[in-house]
């Protein structure tokens, strides 16, 4: 199976009114994109879908920016989406098993998600600035150590 | 502007009853009700993220509702203990869904949601109406007409989140769940079902369709 991982395009901070009312994880959870993060994002769910990605889960955290931006890959989407909350906590074995389908996408959050392809291609640190709206696509089995790095791609390669 | 809030609360209170208790039918309706609206609020919205996590909520507590519909009716009672007996299965299963963190992830993820402009919507239902009133439907077809009280369902929730009036599509919606209603029972319980009934209740199904259709056109 072809694994992509997302990390959500860039965001805009907590708003401090919300933060005051609801909290700090609820003003965080709130974040939307910025109009640039979505721009950006866009070109990046278009360019996905011309190198002929075609996604049959699309899986991403319940955290708004991670939402929106699952949201703009949606035209890539010929399957189904599942929010997922273990997208937003340090990844575990059981939740690769959600992993099921030829091409899944993921849209999370660092560091997890760096921590996740760790896990799946039981290599060591990646050394990788992970950028928001950056993809990395690994490819295998979804199991501890079953894949392996096909591309590292940073959000500006479809400027 | 339309706010999610309403709904969503609709959706945190349907689902908080139903996690103290699966057997509640009406939790169970509010539940199925509260996903759809929301479904059609995504809809409104134009966006395709999170429709399938309400469908699979909504799924969830399919088989529970059915049971409760065909079991609000007078059986013998070999009949009503079967059907008892499939209903605690089938609450087994939506307490898992309901008691699962994917479905307390469905409400964070659709808290945040931005209000929907009243002109989008407005947009919306004009066009939903216009292909209501225009589309051909073989009223001797249960699917069919089922599929146009779905349609049906989703122009009353637009309706009702910019306040249109919606008493004549309430009763439209009535008369046609009353012939889902009679499908259901014949999946169920295929037996109890006479060929004879499912007709009257499709006749009655389109009498329904004739009175009220043209009242659609209050909504555009």
Redesign the interface.
């Known amino acids: 199976m072809t694994l992509l991982l997302f990390r959500h395009a860039a965001a805009a901070p907590a708003d401090p009114d919300e933060a005051a009312t609801a909290g700090a994880q609820a003003a965080d959870a709130a974040r939307p994109l910025t109009a640039r993060g979505r721009r950006r994002f866009r070109r990046m769910a278009r360019r996905v879908a011309r190198q002929g990605y075609r996604i049959d889960r699309l899986l991403h955290s319940p955290m708004r920016r991670a939402v929106e931006t699952a949201e703009l890959l949606t035209p890539a989407l010929e399957g189904t989406t599942a929010v997922c909350p273990e997208l937003a906590a340090p990844p575990t074995e059981a939740m690769l098993a959600l992993f099921q389908g030829d091409c899944v996408a993921i849209v999370g959050h660092e560091p997890w998600l760096g921590e996740t392809v760790r896990m799946l291609t039981g290599a060591g640190a990646l050394g990788l600035r992970w950028r928001k709206g950056g993809l990395v696509v690994l490819d295998g089995q979804p199991e501890p150590g079953g894949m392996r790095v096909v591309a590292v791609v940073p959000p500006d390669w479809a400027r | 502007m339309p706010h999610i809030a309403p709904w969503l609360d609709g959706l945190c209170a349907a689902l908080n009853a139903t996690r103290v208790d699966a057997g509640d039918a009406a939790a169970v309706h509010d539940l199925r009700v509260a996903t759809r609206r929301l479904d059609t609020w995504l809809r409104l919205a134009d ?7 309400l469908r ?1 909520l909504r799924h969830a507590a399919g088989p529970a509702r059915d049971l409760d519909v065909v079991a609000a009716r007078p059986w013998p009672p070999a009949v009503a203990s079967a059907l008892a007996e499939r209903r605690m299965a089938a609450q087994r299963e939506l307490a898992r869904a309901v008691g699962s ?2 479905a ?3 409400v ?2 659709l ?2 949601s ?1 209000p929907l402009h009243r002109r989008t919507v407005e947009a919306v239902l004009t066009r939903m109406v216009a292909r209501l009133r225009a589309e051909r439907v073989d009223p001797g077809v249960v699917d069919a007409v089922h599929a146009r009280r779905r349609r049906l369902r989703r122009v009353r929730y637009a309706a009702e989140l910019i306040g249109r009036p919606t008493t004549a599509l309430v009763r439209l919606q009535d008369a046609l769940g009353a012939l889902s209603d009679v499908n259901l029972l014949q999946r169920t319980l295929p037996a109890e079902v006479t060929p004879d009934a499912l007709r009257r209740a499709l006749a009655d199904a389109d009498a329904a369709w004739t009175r009220y259709a043209p009242c659609l056109e209050d909504l555009r």
């Open positions: 966006r395709r993220t999170l429709r399938d996590d699979w963190p994917r307390v992830a469905i964070a993820a808290r945040p931005p």
